[in-house]
C-alpha cells in the first residue's frame, strides 16, 4: 500500500478547508471570498499550524470555522484586539482578522483604527456588504444615504464611511479594495496584503443576496464594470472604459479628479506610495469608476518589531515586588489606620 503523505510544500486549496459544513446563504458572496483566501493560502503555501484566523461577530465572523487553520471566534469588534495579543505573543505567526463592515467599522471602529495606526503586522479582510446580515437587514456604517432597512424604514440620512478611506485617514500603510466575484483579481491583492509588512487593510465588495442584493451592480455588473471600475496597478496609467479609452488626472487648479480621454498628456501614472493620491482614488463615486487594486503601499517597521527592539535594549529583568512596592505604600493595621 502507497501512502502520500502531504507535505507543507504540497498543499492544494482544499487542505485549508475545514470539515466543517459551510452555512451562508445559498448565493452569499462570502462562498467566493472563502475559496479565493484558501486559493491564496496554497499559492503562498502557508504553514497551517502557523496560521491564525480572528474574527468578531457577523456572518463574515464564522470564517475561521471553515479553515483547517488556528482561529478564534471573538467578540463584536474586538477582533483587532485579540489579533494583537495573538501576534504579540508570538510574530512567527501568519495572522488574518477576518471582519464586517458593522463589526470592523461600527462597535469595533475605535480597535480598527489603533491596529492600523499602530501597524500591528495582521492581514485584514473587511467583507462590505453594506448592511447588517446576521442580524436581518439593519443598516451598517456603509450604508449609502437613503437605505431603506427595518432600522431605517424611511431610509438612512446618514452619510456612509469610506472603508479605504478611513484606513489612509488613520495612518494604514497598506490599503486595497476587490471584489467577491473576481476571483483572479482578489487572490492577487490577498498576496500583496500577506506580502506586506505591518497592517494590511483589504476592503472586498461583497453581495448579501438577502438583506442587500445587487447593492453594487452599478459597479460589478456585466454591462458597467469596465465603465465603472478603474484597475490601479503601480506605475501604469489611470485608464479604464470597455476600450481603455478614458482616464483620470487632477482637475488644473484643484486636487480632484478629472476624467479625460486616455490619450491626454495628463493623464495620472498610479503611484502606490501617494497617500494624498490614494485618497483621491478611494473617494471616488459615480460618474466616476471605483478604484480597485492596491491603492496605498508604503511600508514601515511593523508595531511588534518595535515593541521587542525596544525590549531588547532593556537592561536585566524586571523585579514585580519591588515595582509594587516602590515609592509610597501603605500598611493596614488592626485599628484601620495606615502609616
Known amino acids: 500500500m502507497t501512502v502520500t503523505t502531504i507535505t507543507d510544500a504540497q498543499l492544494a486549496p482544499k487542505d485549508y ?17 472563502l475559496k479565493a483566501v484558501q486559493k491564496a493560502c ?56 477576518m471582519t ?31 448592511i447588517y446580515g446576521l442580524t436581518k437587514g439593519q443598516y451598517s456604517p456603509t450604508s449609502r444615504r437613503g437605505t431603506r432597512s427595518p432600522s431605517t424604514p424611511l431610509g438612512s440620512i446618514e452619510n456612509p464611511v469610506s472603508a479605504c478611506g478611513f484606513a489612509l485617514g488613520v495612518g494604514a500603510r497598506f490599503v486595497a479594495r476587490s471584489i467577491d466575484t473576481q476571483q483572479a483579481h482578489l487572490i492577487g491583492v490577498l498576496k500583496r496584503a500577506h506580502a506586506h509588512r505591518g497592517a494590511s487593510l483589504v476592503e472586498i465588495l461583497q453581495n448579501c443576496v438577502v438583506f442587500n442584493d445587487a447593492v453594487f451592480d452599478h459597479i460589478t455588473g456585466k454591462d458597467v464594470a469596465p465603465d465603472m471600475q478603474v484597475m490601479v496597478e503601480h506605475g501604469k496609467p489611470l485608464v479604464f472604459g470597455k476600450n481603455k479609452d478614458l482616464g483620470l488626472r487632477l482637475k488644473p487648479g484643484k486636487i480632484e479628479l478629472d476624467i479625460v480621454a486616455a490619450t491626454a498628456s495628463d493623464v495620472l501614472v498610479h503611484d502606490e506610495t501617494n497617500r494624498p493620491l490614494a485618497q483621491l482614488l478611494a473617494a471616488l463615486e459615480p460618474p466616476f469608476p471605483t478604484a480597485m487594486g492596491v491603492l496605498y503601499c508604503n511600508p514601515t517597521e511593523s508595531y511588534e518589531h518595535d515593541v521587542y527592539a525596544q525590549q531588547a535594549v532593556v537592561p536585566g529583568k524586571g523585579d514585580l515586588d519591588a515595582l509594587l512596592n516602590s515609592e509610597r505604600t501603605w500598611e493596614v493595621t488592626e485599628g484601620g489606620g495606615g502609616a
Request: aromatic share 10%; charged share 20%; hydrophobic share 40%.
Open 100 to 130: 464586517g463592515d458593522g463589526d470592523g467599522l461600527s462597535i469595533g471602529g475605535n480597535h480598527m483604527l489603533h491596529v492600523l495606526r499602530r501597524n500591528v503586522d495582521l492581514n485584514i479582510v473587511l467583507f462590505n456588504n453594506e
Open 17 to 33: 478547508a475545514s470539515d466543517q459544513e459551510v452555512r451562508w446563504c445559498p448565493g452569499c458572496g462570502d462562498y467566493a471570498i
Open 42 to 97: 496554497a499559492d503562498m503555501q502557508l504553514v497551517r499550524e502557523r496560521t491564525v484566523f480572528v474574527s468578531g461577530i457577523g456572518c463574515a465572523a464564522r470564517f475561521p470555522y471553515y479553515m483547517s487553520t488556528y482561529g478564534f471566534h471573538t467578540v463584536h469588534g474586538r477582533a483587532p484586539a485579540i489579533a494583537t495579543g495573538i501576534k504579540l505573543a508570538n510574530p512567527e505567526l501568519d495572522v488574518w482578522v
